[in-house]
């Protein structure tokens, strides 16, 4: 099973410009942000579902439903609790959602190089872009080493699935040691392998990758800003 989110589909959302994929993320989070009722971060939330759908990533959607789930239901009773307004709850119960699967759809259509291309193209020095971007690796990776030492304790004996909870993450306690070695071991040899290769010498850098504005990321655009004016005029 992979661990990264990028799912290699040929669709048009797939195809749109780094900058534009970032400037729709960018939108989709400030327009979440904007409202405070329940209905529009529904009806934004059914848009999301329809560019999932159109992106086909919807597969991303289903490996974490449990968490948005739990959130979910968190949020709505807290909010209640502390607030006493359970329409208020639920618009913050829906808008935690919606900004999650937002950020669910932007890494299923784009892939870590793309993101630092677009970052760069907008302006941002090439080291910043690397650095935020770096993130996207250090993660999965972090998961990767926490999964094999797992496997590697089961392998030897290590029962983790048995007892009450409390038992169980008292078993997974040792753990911690050898998963943050592994962990700091793969960032000091990553460090190494940019300064072998003289990351940061030249300060112009030059990119493979080459992508052309087109007609489909102004229609894109053009869409979210006409949801936008229709969502303001209406609510």
């Avoid at 904007?34 to 059914?46: D, E, N, R, Y």
């Avoid at 974490?64 to 609790?81: D, S």
């Amino acid at each position: 099973m992979s661990i990264y989110l990028y799912l290699e589909r040929n669709t048009f959302i797939h195809r749109l410009h780094p900058v534009t994929k970032i400037f729709l993320l960018l939108l989709f989070f400030i327009l979440l942000l904007l409202f405070s009722s329940p209905l529009p971060i529904i009806l934004v939330t059914f848009f999301l579902l329809l560019v999932s759908a159109f992106s086909r990533s919807i597969s991303n959607l289903r490996k974490i439903w449990k968490l948005m789930f739990i959130l979910f239901t968190f949020t709505i009773i807290l909010w209640t609790i502390f607030l006493k307004n359970l329409n208020y709850a639920l618009a913050m119960a829906l808008r935690l959602n919606a900004l999650i699967f937002t950020g669910l759809i932007f890494l299923s259509v784009t892939r870590i190089e793309e993101f630092t291309y677009g970052l760069n193209k907008l302006g941002l020095p090439f080291r910043v872009s690397f650095a935020l971007t770096l993130a996207f690796r250090l993660v999965p990776s972090f998961i990767l080493s926490a999964q094999t030492t797992i496997q590697a304790q089961k392998s030897r004996g290590l029962d983790l699935e048995t007892g009450n909870l409390v038992q169980r993450i008292k078993k997974f306690i040792p753990l911690l040691i050898p998963i943050l070695a592994t962990s700091l071991r793969n960032a000091e040899l990553l460090a190494i392998a940019l300064e072998c290769k003289g990351f940061g010498i030249k300060k112009k850098r030059t990119s493979y990758l080459d992508y052309k504005f087109g007609r489909n990321d102004f229609l894109t655009l053009l869409t979210i800003f006409l949801l936008y004016f229709l969502l303001l005029k209406i609510f």
